[in-house]
C-alpha cells in the first residue's frame, strides 16, 4: 500500500510573506507554528495540512493561491 501525502509544499510562501511585510518569526508567532515550520517551508520542505491552513488565514490567502500563485507586483 502507497503512503499517504499528509502536507504540501508552498513554493511561493516567502514572496507572499514579503508581500505581507512579516518576518519569519512574526508569521509564525500569528499562525501558531514554530518558526522552523516557516524555514522548512520557505525551503520547499513539505508541511502538514493544518499549518499550511493556519499560515494561509494569517496570509488571507487560499492554501491554492500560496501553492500556485506568487504575490503580484506591488
Do not use: C, Y
Amino acid at each position: 500500500m502507497a503512503e499517504k501525502i499528509r502536507g504540501v509544499a508552498i513554493p511561493h510562501l516567502k514572496a507572499w510573506r514579503i508581500a505581507h511585510t512579516l518576518s519569519q518569526t512574526e508569521l509564525a508567532e500569528q499562525a501558531h507554528v514554530s518558526r522552523a515550520t516557516i524555514t522548512r517551508a520557505e525551503r520547499g520542505e513539505i508541511v502538514s495540512f493544518p499549518n499550511v491552513r493556519a499560515i494561509a488565514k494569517v496570509l488571507d490567502l487560499t492554501v491554492a493561491q500560496m501553492q500556485r500563485e506568487p504575490p503580484a507586483d506591488r
